[in-house]
């Protein structure tokens, strides 16, 4: 009878102790030899033998093991195969080592003692009725969640805290294995930028280059965890088409829901950092390029590193102190690479500068030359000549200006997108091809769709990405309407001078009046943008990255540059930016008309006039409301630094905040 039990407590059910459809192991009732009160103890014992079938049939589904009973398997399906999951059915299967040692010792016992009682067996096999069942339900969670990969490290640390203490060491056993094929991805990721992760089971995750850009961004957003973890995304592994490399086709983020919940976000980000710097150096195709970046981002102290991760290994309990300790100082000495890389021996202050100069407009006179070459180019919807004839005109204006660099001009490139676009509203119609000669960029003409495309040297991709790039030129098209704007109303200053010397009525100095508050608001915004945004933002930038040697300090502390020049230009603020928009668009319309007034006939253009006029004052009313409102809580700094650009002396106060009269009386 105690063999056929011992038998039943390995999984093999026999005549006596039989498998029901739920797949317990039962004793087969009515029995005329076993009393009532053996029936229910023989039952309770044999439930260690159903949660040990359960435990073998799992390990054999899930790891590729032979069948150890000849018993049909549950009907449920495996789960989705992976080396977690296999390590997990490894470790299970060592906990269970000590139950089928103390089987093989009960069995022993009873051949030398025939005499021994079904008490005993109970007894010797005690410990397991508590740790047998918290097994069965982790092996309910990893079913019921199709837990994969990371995942199922996530579901065994939230039951490890546990009060007794053979459920505890079985549970840090598993844990304990499962642990060494995180490891080793992570040895294989950090200090080889190799993922060897065919399951996909880490929690950094390659994304196909293919993806749409807005499908990308939106994975950046969402696994951004506080706008972070997806950031590095494209900086590591976007490819600089000059220097002769194929840009790869792969990128990399984080899977939230993969990431282990004892695994801080920061540390993760961490680890995806160095991992895709390691293998930016590592690409067989980029190592002409690395004469000056040295043989090992890592040092050579790949060997050293992998010491200490193969060390934390081995440690029986996991510790996040010691852990994170040890990625720190992986991180460390790959930012300070980087660090030296980037900014001594690639010159990113020199590379800062001319990206101010030409994509934030800080060569003032070379694009003053250049709106000049390219007016007649760009007032009119681009054909597929328009590219290459703004080159050329881009190309004449530096040389016009005596910007004789060749290698740095070579590094530009004006992009003129052709697209349709909807007509735009009339003002004249036989003007109304000229409409965008000066004023902010429109769908249907040039201007709206260029953009300036920089050329980027290895290694500075990794932090002017095309994602930075596209930023930049969203303040280059806002700053070249500005200008352009600007300069028109210097030109209707040079027509309404010689008009003044001919000529004097009141409709003259109505429109004298009408530009003079035009310029007045569209120079001090102007001074605004390159002063106190500029400027200023530049000076901070430069300081923090003259403070520090870590390249993440520098890329975190550029990508802040941006968005503070994006913000302080109100280019995220959608009210003022298109109250900015409506204000250099009547500006554009009121040059139009001054520098083309003499082909209508004066009525047409007295009410254009006014209808201007009307629109400006509507709109400079709203923009001292916007400016004054936010002053007044004190939530933008930046909108009262404006603000006191444009009414330093009072006079936008006392006017009520309204620029631009041009009354009736100016027909008269």
Not at 137 to 152: F, M, P, T, V
Not at 187 to 201: Q, T
């Amino acid at each position: 009878m105690l063999h056929e039990v011992i038998l039943a407590l390995s999984g093999c059910p026999g005549s006596i102790f039989v498998m029901n459809e739920k797949f317990d192991i039962r004793l087969v009732p009515d029995l005329p030899f076993i009393s009532r009160t053996e029936e229910e103890l023989l039952n309770r014992l044999c439930e260690l033998g159903s949660y040990y079938y359960r435990f073998q049939e799992f390990i054999r589904k899930n790891s590729g093991c032979p069948a150890v009973t000849k018993i049909p398997p549950p009907e449920s399906s495996c789960l989705q195969p992976g080396l977690y999951l296999k390590a997990f059915c490894d470790g299970l299967d060592s906990v269970l080592d000590p139950y089928r040692k103390s089987l093989l010792d009960i069995e022993q016992s009873v051949l030398a003692d025939p005499h021994l009682t079904v008490a005993f067996v109970q007894s010797s096999l005690d410990e397991y009725r508590h740790m047998f069942p918290f097994l069965v339900s982790i092996l309910e969670q990893i079913s019921s969640q199709n837990a994969h990969g990371c995942h199922i490290l996530d579901i065994l640390h939230k039951n490890s805290s546990h009060g007794l203490p053979i459920v505890k060491a079985a549970l840090q056993q598993i844990i304990f294995t499962c642990h060494g094929v995180l490891y080793k991805q992570l040895a294989s990721w950090m200090l080889h930028g190799l993922l060897l992760d065919k399951h996909e089971e880490f929690f950094i995750q390659m994304i196909p280059s293919t993806a749409p850009k807005q499908e990308i961004q939106a994975e950046e957003d969402e696994l951004g965890l506080s706008g972070l973890s997806g950031k590095m995304l494209q900086q590591m592994l976007q490819i600089d088409k000059g220097i002769g490399v194929m840009p790869t086709n792969e990128q990399f983020c984080i899977r939230g829901e993969l990431l282990p919940c004892y695994i801080p976000v920061r540390v993760a980000e961490k680890i995806l950092f160095v991992g895709e710097s390691v293998q930016l150096f590592l690409s067989e195709r980029r190592v002409t390029t690395m004469k000056k970046a040295g043989s090992s981002i890592l040092k050579n102290k790949e060997v050293v590193f992998a010491k200490q991760l193969h060390e934390l290994s081995r440690e029986s309990e996991f510790s996040l102190r010691e852990f994170e300790e040890c990625i720190d100082r992986i991180r460390t000495c790959v930012a300070e690479h980087l660090w030296k890389l980037v900014v001594e021996e690639s010159n990113l202050f020199e590379q800062l500068k001319i990206l101010k100069d030409f994509l934030l407009l800080g060569r003032g006179e070379l694009f003053l030359a250049f709106i000049d070459q390219a007016k007649h180019l760009l007032k009119m919807p681009p054909t597929s000549t328009t590219q290459h004839d703004v080159n050329v005109a881009f190309n004449q204006a530096a040389h016009n200006v005596l910007l004789d660099d060749d290698d740095l001009l070579q590094k530009f490139q004006m992009i003129v997108d052709v697209k349709a676009a909807p007509p735009k509203k009339q003002i004249k119609p036989d003007i109304t091809s000229e409409i965008s000669q000066f004023g902010p960029p429109t769908a249907e003409t040039g201007w709206s769709s260029l953009r300036l495309d920089y050329n980027v040297e290895w290694p500075l991709h990794i932090l002017f990405t095309p994602g930075v790039l596209d930023k930049y030129n969203t303040l280059f098209r806002f700053l070249l309407a500005v200008k352009r704007v600007q300069l028109a109303l210097q030109q209707c200053w040079s027509l309404q001078m010689q008009e003044k010397r001919s000529k004097s009525s009141d409709q003259s100095a109505a429109k004298w009046l009408l530009r003079t508050h035009m310029a007045f608001l569209v120079d001090n915004l102007q001074y605004y943008l390159q002063v106190d945004v500029i400027e200023s933002q530049y000076s901070v930038l430069l300081e923090k990255i003259q403070a520090t040697r870590d390249f993440e300090a520098i890329r975190l502390s550029h990508d802040q540059f941006i968005t503070a020049l994006l913000a302080q230009s109100f280019q995220l603020m959608k009210p003022v930016s298109n109250c900015l928009n409506e204000i250099l668009e009547n500006c554009h319309n009121f040059a139009l008309l001054v520098t083309q007034g003499d082909n209508a006939g004066p009525e047409w253009e007295i009410e254009q006039l006014e209808v201007i006029a009307k629109s400006f004052q509507r709109q400079s009313s709203l923009l001292f409301r916007i400016l004054s409102s936010v002053r007044s809580h004190q939530a933008s700094p930046h909108l009262a630094q404006l603000l006191l650009r444009i009414d330093f002396n009072k006079y936008f106060s006392m006017s009520g905040g309204q620029l631009g009269s041009y009354g009736p009386t100016s027909r008269r």
